[in-house]
């Protein structure tokens, strides 16, 4: 049963990274951008290119990969999102899952419909606290931590940070005060783009590079979002790990069919009994 | 505030998204054709898409076969011209493109149907009333109904006859106890009953698993199947599912012995996972597919092998082109017998083909057709157990 609470925890990584990438373009942007987790397929992808195919150095790898997610997430700013702004209608909610349908028939196009192999760190399989954990999991879950702790102090301690959440409390006052909501908007999709890429590759090992894998990664990191609570970044880990452990205990004791089952219960009991999330505030609100 | 509206919206879409994934007459065409007009043979495949790969080696297949067979004075003189047609893995787009070809000035001969079942199936009422001979590699049991599609030839036997192999693997061993582990999709769904089914009266308990499609971890079926402490692990899985199980198994240490099905083998496991993952892991391999039992082989499988590398790679398992190879084969040696290319004396020729003392069909020894079946009957012995190796040109080594 230890093995299973460790890979619920390693999904439940995983899908917080996306959640966190979410909330980032969120606050800094305004809208939800549903191709966010092609950033970590983009990201497996050139792990596979560059690592598997090419043998190159991690670092000059992960370099790409970031640079690469962070340009993806500036044109999807500019074409998906910036031309709706103002217009009303959340229309971004369709034009960032069509950027997404387009990135994920670009990769199958490339890279073809098998999963192919990645390999960041050693494959070693650990026993910890009675359970069969990998590496790689590990250094997922702490990613996930870690990053989360880091992405919430900057939001509440940077300059930058402080203006995304202005900017997400009242877009116009944060305008007139000086604050540039065009360049915040593009700064949320290069974040949230670098960071999904720079995660890709140890993603990848955990469930191989393929080209469905951000269209998978997409329901269960917004469902995370949702548990954990809309704009908040510590939220996004919380919801994530609940998310991902749920899915697995159900399946390891229910049965494999109730995994999706439980997680979809647990959604609509949060936004049942408490909309916000379990870690956002008694009142919807970003900052 | 907008946001409760921007969450609604989007937890809607979430809900019912996962809600979803949680629940899971007459002959035509040929009647007045003459010897000098081709045979036409018309390929509808998801030529892009997912399933692009497999569609072009099914393409060169059939290519490598109609070069051959035209060597050798055509299907009953004719010609045989392939055209190739992108279904897009569309059931609706395949039946919009077989109705344009049926309603041409030249309406095909026979119609290679698709790469899936879904494919198939959406095709078949339309060929069996223009009365048009088809094939696919799609083996849905559901297919194999002469009555509803008196004019349609599987080429690919159903898991209801391979499995066999492995049950008289898992008796002849001694086991008492089988896991299996399948999607919760359509075929893993008849793979489990088909499973289930042959196990039942042999004294064999089966315990079983199924995963999501989505699913990117399966350490929590595979930690259950563990748990039930069974003597060997069937598995039915493709694509990264496959991955999964193995990886799994290995990151739980368990050093059961593992049977992979066809559906595993083609999905190539080596190219997926470490060599260290496979330990211990068959594959329950066409005789055709598995290069230790060459003496074993039809006696043109290399010519097979060999005339379709002159098309292209050969990236998948190799039935996905010896299929559609033989189908055309097959179509040569009935027209011979029964001095005619139309539908229907093919179709009769077909259902009581006498097999010659040298076949050119290399997949099975005899595909046994019959006016009551029209899906391939597996011989003893075709079915074989190989290890999970790499493919070199379609076959384990």
């Not at chain 1, 899908?15 to 092609?38: C, S």
């Not at chain 1, 997409?218 to 919801?239: E, P, Y």
Request: with cysteine; proline share 5%.
């Amino acid at each position: 049963m230890m093995t299973t609470l460790w890979a619920g925890l390693t999904m439940g990584a995983i899908y917080a990274i996306v959640a966190i990438g979410y909330n980032i373009t969120l606050t800094l942007t305004g809208v939800i951008n549903f191709a966010n987790a092609q950033f970590v397929m983009i990201g497996a992808f050139v792990a596979y290119w560059g690592l598997t195919q090419n043998d190159l150095p991690l670092p000059l790898v992960l370099l790409v990969a970031v640079i690469l997610s962070a340009l993806v997430g500036i044109l999807t700013e500019l074409i998906a999102i910036r031309p709706l702004r103002n217009r009303g209608g959340h229309t971004e909610l369709v034009t960032t899952l069509g950027v997404s349908t387009v990135i994920a028939g670009l990769a199958l196009v490339v890279f073809g419909p098998d999963p192919v192999p990645v390999n960041v760190v050693p494959t070693e399989t650990f026993n910890v606290l009675g359970g069969q954990v990998r590496l790689n999991e590990l250094l997922l879950i702490l990613v996930a931590a870690v990053a989360a702790l880091a992405v919430h102090w900057w939001m509440h301690r940077s300059k930058l940070g402080l203006a995304g959440l202005a900017r997400a409390e009242d877009p116009e006052a944060a305008s007139i005060r000086g604050i540039n909501v065009k360049g915040l908007a593009i700064l949320g999709l290069v974040l949230a783009g670098a960071f999904g890429g720079l995660i890709g590759p140890l993603v990848a090992q955990k469930t191989f590079a393929v080209a469905t894998l951000g269209l998978v990664l997409a329901l269960k990191g917004f469902v995370a979002m949702a548990v954990g609570g809309v704009g908040s970044i510590l939220g996004s880990l919380v919801g994530g790990l609940i998310v991902g452990l749920v899915e697995a205990l159900a399946a390891r004791s229910i049965g494999n069919d109730f995994g999706e089952i439980a997680v979809v219960v647990v959604l609509l009991a949060v936004l049942l009994l408490r909309p916000t999330g379990v870690v956002g505030r008694g009142q919807v609100r970003l900052v | 505030m907008k946001i409760t509206r921007l969450l609604a919206a989007g937890a809607m879409s979430a809900i019912a998204a996962l809600a979803l994934a949680a629940c899971s007459s007459g002959s035509a065409g040929s009647d007045a054709a003459e010897a000098s007009d081709p045979f036409r043979v018309v390929a509808i495949l998801p030529m892009t898409g997912p399933l692009s790969k497999q569609s072009e080696v099914q393409v060169n297949g059939l290519k490598a076969s109609a070069k051959i067979v035209n060597a050798d004075g055509g299907i009953g003189g004719r010609d045989v011209e392939v055209k190739v047609l992108d279904s897009k893995l569309d059931p609706t787009e395949a039946v919009t493109l077989l109705q344009e070809e049926i309603n041409s000035d030249t309406p095909p001969d026979y119609v290679w149907a698709g790469a899936t079942s879904n494919e198939a199936l959406a095709m078949l009422p339309a060929l069996s009333s223009a009365g048009i001979l088809s094939g696919s590699t799609a083996a849905d049991i559901k297919i194999n109904n002469p009555e509803l599609y008196p004019y349609h030839f599987g080429m690919q036997s159903a898991n209801n006859q391979n499995y066999q192999a492995f049950v008289d693997y898992a008796k002849n061993k001694g086991f008492k106890k089988v896991g299996f582990i399948s999607a919760n999709d359509a075929l893993g769904t008849y793979n489990h009953s088909a499973i289930t089914e042959m196990l039942a009266n042999t004294g064999i308990e089966l315990v079983t698993q199924s995963y999501d499609t989505t699913a990117t971890d399966l350490t929590a079926p595979m930690d259950a199947l563990k748990a039930a402490d069974p003597d060997v692990l069937f598995a039915s899985s493709y694509g990264s599912g496959v991955g999964y199980i193995f990886d799994a198994r290995q990151k739980l240490d368990w050093d059961v012995p593992v049977v992979g099905d066809n559906a595993v083998g083609g999905s190539n496991p080596a190219a997926i996972v470490a060599p260290e993952a496979l330990k211990g892991v068959q594959l329950l391999s066409p005789l055709v597919s598995a290069t230790a039992h060459k003496d074993e082989w039809l006696p043109d499988t290399q010519k097979m092998i060999d005339a379709i590398s002159a098309e292209g790679d050969i990236s998948q398992i190799v039935t996905q082109a010896s299929l559609p190879y033989d189908a055309l084969q097959l179509l040569a040696l009935a027209a011979k017998q029964a001095s005619a290319t139309d539908a229907d004396a093919l179709k009769g020729a077909l259902e009581g083909l006498k097999t010659p003392d040298h076949v050119t069909w290399t997949s099975y020894p005899a595909y046994g057709f019959s006016p009551e079946n029209h899906f391939p009957k597996i011989e003893s012995g075709y079915i074989v157990f190989t290890g999970a190796t790499k493919l070199v040109n379609g076959q384990f080594q």
